[in-house]
């Protein structure tokens, strides 16, 4: 009975590092998710910043063409040019974000657990549950609205650049641009950002989903974690 006892005991011990290892390599992701949502106002700043500066570029172009005249191949020319911004300020703010996230360390935890069933608990008694859930509130809200930013930007890019592709195609066709209106290139934007980022679109749903189960359940494990009388 003993050598039993023993044997279960070695086993949930085991059980019990296992599932401190994956604990803490799910709180790594929600270090990344933290990162990334302080970092989120830059990128917002730089992605709207781009936005507003074509928009300001745009209405400026407009302008200049009801004084100086300007022929449809250069207005076509300028507006491709204007278009690189945003897609600029995307790049460049993906590319910060992807940064923030990529200067995070991983698996600092792992050689203190390698100690077994002591340190593992160690971890647990040790960690601040309180600290622990309002991370992963806030990294699962910046990370969603960096998803709605990021993909509200692929949608005003895609509405200019149908918008400009289209005119640039009636005017060749019928020497005329202009034949179909804004709301148009807006539905059919809708549709192409959606084919492009649906899988992203589906993983970001599933990683705020998993995210709220974790802490739902971490929530209950520290409740049932401050209960328990531990013996070593």
Known sequence: MSNKSAANSI??????VAKVAELMETLDHVKKYNALARSF?????IVLSSIAIFLALGASL???NLVVT?????????SILLLLVPIAGVITGVLFIRRR????????WKEELSNG????LK????????ETFDEISSGRVGYALYGLLKTAAYWIITVFALGLIGNLLTFIIFGKAGLFGGFVWALFSILIVYLILRNDLSRRY????????????LRWFSLELRRAEFQT
């Open 70 to 78: 300007l022929d449809r191949p250069q207005i076509f020319l300028a």
């Open 123 to 130: 971890i647990l008694l040790d960690m601040d549950w309180d």
């Open 206 to 217: 599933n990683e705020i989903r998993s995210l709220d189960k974790l802490l739902w359940e």
């Open 101 to 108: 996230i990529n200067s995070i360390k991983e698996g600092l």
């Open 11 to 16: 086993l949930t011990e085991e059980n019990v």
């Open 62 to 64: 407009g302008f200049l």
């Open 41 to 45: 106002k830059k990128f917002a700043l």
């Open 117 to 120: 069933f002591p340190s593992a």
